[in-house]
């Protein structure tokens, strides 16, 4: 006979989602909760107290990131669950501040069925994973993995000149460097999908087993600035037309590759921008993202050849890289235990890549990590109508507590 799975107190789970949302609510039920704002310190100080309430300490780094242990009956290293409490302006309810509640709703479980873990159960909150108001994003995960140089993100500035270090002592969330976190057996991060491939296939759990590589470049085309009246069209030299033809260009040949490549153009600058005048520069972003580093190269080579393209109206054309990112694989014993989870609850699933950047991935470097999606209502996030089903958020939650078990076990 098969025992009976321990899950998670779903009814809690909403109220909890919903309390923490009261922390920055919008009028149209979003949420606005910049990093290390009143409200993202009144969130912060209500996770303090669940945990408190809980009898486990609180402990807080020199990046503000926020740590409860569930003490374990043995001296090993931590499973840590854990997201962000910051959102985006006019954001939603369920990025990040899931994540953080899911460790929040596991160690809940724990306690009241008398389950002592042999593996301490760490709940964190990590700080600045948006970057809305303090960039880069994934500040704090950025620090703890070596990505980004902490002298550098304390001198960050937000729109009114307030440096990320000063905000960070204004809200009472500056700690102990000593305190970061170093190690650990997993980390585990449950997130909404921000993507509209869950819901599209009617599946619930996202089993993910990487971030996607990127890169992103610039590309300035220079023409001449002449009278819009007076110069004949096969005497121009037209910086918008030019453009015009090099984006459809691109298009076709990057639509040649794998059909699971993303790439946007998302900004385009004209100059002068007048309507009597000839464009004489334009510039203009074009990213991709695809997990195989070879298809990245693929892309490179594309957005390099554009610049002796035939197709540039007699213009100069120059392309620049502005960064780019490998792949971050998850590691593949975690990610199969997810999956092993996901199967034993019966929930349907699929194993995927993300196309947004989280905190697991920068703490993938020296952590052994994974991801748990679920489905976001049309695919919306970073906005006030962003949704998730509350059963398919109990559901992501008992995957991550399922695998938190599994890990226990081993």
């Known amino acids: 006979?098969?025992?009976?799975?321990?899950?998670?107190?779903?009814?809690?789970?909403?109220?909890?989602?919903?309390?923490?949302?009261?922390?920055?609510?919008?009028?149209?039920?979003?949420?606005?909760?910049?990093?290390?704002?009143?409200?993202?310190?009144?969130?912060?100080?209500?996770?303090?107290?669940?945990?408190?309430?809980?009898?486990?300490?609180?402990?807080?780094?020199?990046?503000g990131n926020m740590y409860a242990t569930?003490?374990?009956?043995?001296?090993?290293?931590?499973?840590?669950?854990?997201?962000?409490?910051?959102?985006?302006?006019?954001?939603g309810r369920f990025d990040g501040v899931l994540g953080v509640i899911a460790g929040l709703e596991v160690v809940r479980t724990l306690m009241e069925n008398n389950i002592k873990p042999r593996v301490p159960v760490v709940i964190a909150n990590i700080t600045n994973e948006e970057g809305a108001r303090f960039e880069p994003s994934m500040m704090a995960s950025g620090?703890?993995?070596?990505?980004?140089?902490?002298?550098?993100?304390?001198?960050?500035?937000?729109?009114?000149?307030?440096?990320?270090?000063?905000?960070?002592?204004?809200?009472?969330?500056?700690?102990?460097?000593?305190?970061?976190?170093?190690?650990?057996?997993?980390f585990l991060e449950i997130h909404i999908e921000q993507g509209p491939i869950l819901e599209h296939e009617a599946l619930t759990i996202g089993v993910v087993e990487c971030v996607l590589g990127m890169v992103c470049y610039e590309i300035e085309v220079s023409g001449e600035s002449d009278h819009a009246g007076t110069t004949p069209m096969s005497m121009r030299k037209?910086?918008?037309?030019?453009?015009?033809?090099?984006?459809?260009?691109?298009?076709?040949?990057?639509?040649?590759?794998?059909?699971?490549?993303?790439?946007?153009?998302?900004?385009?600058?004209?100059?002068?921008?007048?309507?009597?005048?000839?464009?004489?520069?334009?510039?203009?972003?074009?990213?991709?993202?695809?997990?195989?580093?070879?298809?990245?190269?693929?892309?490179?080579?594309?957005?390099?050849?554009?610049?002796?393209?035939?197709?540039?109206?007699?213009?100069?054309?120059?392309?620049?890289?502005?960064?780019?990112?490998?792949?971050?694989?998850?590691?593949?014993?975690?990610v199969d235990t997810v999956e092993q989870a996901t199967k034993s609850l019966g929930y349907s699933y699929k194993r995927m890549v993300s196309g947004a950047g989280h905190d697991a991935q920068f703490i993938a470097s020296y952590i052994p990590s994974a991801m748990v999606f679920v489905p976001s209502i049309?695919?919306?996030?970073?906005?006030?109508?962003?949704?998730?089903?509350?059963e398919d958020c109990e559901k992501g939650v008992n995957v991550i507590l399922e695998t938190v078990l599994a890990l226990q076990a081993e």
């Open 1 to 63: 006979m098969q025992q009976q799975k321990v899950l998670i107190n779903g009814k809690r789970l909403k109220e909890t989602l919903e309390k923490f949302a009261d922390f920055g609510r919008t009028k149209n039920n979003g949420v606005t909760r910049l990093s290390l704002s009143e409200e993202d310190r009144l969130a912060r100080n209500y996770l303090r107290s669940c945990c408190e309430e809980m009898g486990l300490e609180v402990k807080v780094d020199d990046m």
């Open 70 to 91: 569930l003490e374990g009956t043995q001296e090993k290293q931590p499973i840590v669950i854990g997201s962000h409490l910051d959102s985006v302006k006019k954001g």
């Open 143 to 186: 620090v703890l993995s070596g990505k980004f140089e902490k002298s550098a993100m304390l001198q960050s500035t937000d729109t009114d000149g307030v440096t990320f270090g000063a905000a960070l002592k204004a809200i009472g969330y500056e700690g102990d460097e000593a305190e970061r976190l170093k190690e650990a057996k997993a």
């Open 238 to 334: 037209d910086a918008l037309f030019a453009t015009n033809n090099l984006i459809t260009e691109a298009r076709t040949k990057l639509n040649s590759l794998e059909n699971d490549l993303v790439y946007t153009m998302g900004r385009l600058n004209v100059h002068p921008n007048i309507h009597t005048v000839i464009p004489n520069k334009v510039v203009f972003t074009l990213e991709a993202r695809h997990k195989d580093p070879a298809t990245i190269k693929q892309v490179e080579e594309i957005i390099l050849g554009l610049t002796q393209s035939p197709a540039n109206e007699g213009c100069e054309v120059k392309a620049t890289k502005l960064w780019g990112r490998d792949t971050v694989w998850f590691n593949e014993e975690i």
């Open 378 to 390: 049309n695919g919306k996030s970073h906005d006030e109508d962003e949704l998730t089903t509350w």
